[in-house]
């Protein structure tokens, strides 16, 4: 009953720049935090970003700087606007949500399928 859908994966090459975009849907009564991670081939997944509802921002050591992590509650909407790409930045990047269901009082986390980026030249 609740999805997240991520969209803006692409090829790029190094020095490029994409935004991803990820959009809750369903039975939403609140959003808190949402995250961007990621996992390249052969490695774990790590955060990359994290916004609260009231706007407050974390980045990983690596993406300071380059990325920038915005919403829209009122969309229900997250996006990552990656800056100087870089061939380590490859990876697949899911968008993460911590939702409250309009029908329950507990917070679940909820992810997307995952959006594609690749930086190569």
């Known amino acids: 009953q609740v999805r997240l859908v991520e969209s803006g994966g692409d090829l790029v090459q190094p020095g490029g720049s994409l935004r991803l975009s990820c959009a809750a849907s369903g039975n939403i009564r609140v959003i808190n935090d949402m995250d961007w991670h990621r996992q390249a081939p052969g490695k774990q997944r790590e955060l990359v970003a994290r916004?609260?509802?009231?706007?407050?921002?974390n980045y990983a050591d690596f993406v300071k700087g380059r990325f920038t992590i915005s919403r829209d509650n009122a969309k229900n909407t997250v996006s990552l606007q990656m800056n100087s790409l870089e061939p380590e930045d490859t990876a697949v990047y899911y968008c993460k949500a911590l939702i409250q269901r309009s029908d329950q009082y507990v917070v679940y986390a909820y992810w997307g399928q995952g959006t594609q980026v690749t930086v190569s030249s």
């Open positions: 916004i609260s509802r009231d706007g407050s921002t």
